[in-house]
């Protein structure tokens, strides 16, 4: 029977060679480079059978695209450290954010007056945009691309509104519709510099449970790619409530 094989990564630029790739049913790791034909390497060789092969890779290949564990174990990390992460990151802070509503903005009474009103206030000066616009100031850059059905639920609504306050301290807000996101992982994570991400865990009411921290550069590179995949596609916050508003 064939294996099922996983591509995990490889360092070259151009043909693809070297790489490796993961046995889906085993866990064992295939590594693809140039073969070792030269009678005096092989006989340098331990242990090597007959009906064996050996192949010569780069050091970086196995170090940044082999598995280091044979079961992730997620490092969970608390919310002040998380919170940090938005002041010592060096270059990028991006998120996705795919679920229908955020148990956090229905507690906020902000949500309850927009809810009456269609509208609500925003103090400018509060903690979260005061870092943000210190960190872009500082030549960062900070985004997120929000999933939104269609119709909005009310609290994508909320936050659409919203959105406008974002975009003021300095952040790139863009939208998609959840009927344009079958290659995007329904996750909620942020990315910072492209070499962490924080994966948010929520419970079936919204509620976050736990953020967990990934640095396995091959998990991270998946999460860049859904990154890059959804900041393509996405349009900026003002232009989708122009969509929403002629759909209404």
Not at 11 to 28: I, Y
Not at 51 to 59: I, L
Not at 210 to 236: K, M, N, Q, S
Request: aromatic content about 10%; glycine content about 6%.
């Amino acid at each position: 029977m064939a294996r099922q094989l996983r591509f995990t990564g490889t360092d070259s630029k151009v043909d693809g060679c070297p790489a490796l790739h993961v046995d889906e049913g085993t866990g064992d790791v295939i590594v693809q480079g140039t073969p070792v034909t030269d009678p005096a390497d092989l006989a340098q060789l331990q242990h090597f059978g007959p009906d064996e092969a050996a192949v010569a890779v780069p050091r970086e290949l196995l170090v940044n695209w082999g598995p280091k564990e044979m079961k992730r174990v997620p490092e969970m990390v608390d919310r002040d450290t998380f919170r940090r992460l938005f002041e010592t990151f060096e270059h990028t802070a991006w998120r996705l954010e795919t679920r229908r509503g955020y148990a956090s903005d229905r507690q906020d009474p902000d949500y309850q007056e927009f809810l009456a009103t269609g509208a609500c206030p925003c103090d400018l000066t509060e903690p979260w945009f005061a870092n943000i616009r210190a960190q872009v100031d500082a030549g960062k850059t900070v985004g997120r691309v929000r999933i939104a059905d269609n119709p909005p639920t009310p609290e994508q609504s909320f936050l659409l509104y919203y959105s406008r306050h974002n975009a003021a301290s300095g952040e790139d807000i863009r939208y998609l519709w959840r009927e344009k996101t079958a290659a995007l992982p329904a996750e909620d994570f942020w990315i910072f510099d492209s070499r962490i991400v924080a994966l948010l865990h929520f419970d079936d009411d919204d509620n976050m449970l736990g953020i967990e921290l990934i640095t396995e550069p091959a998990e991270v590179v998946r999460y860049c790619v859904a990154r890059d995949a959804a900041t393509h596609h996405a349009v900026p916050y003002d232009r989708f409530a122009e969509q929403v508003a002629e759909a209404e």
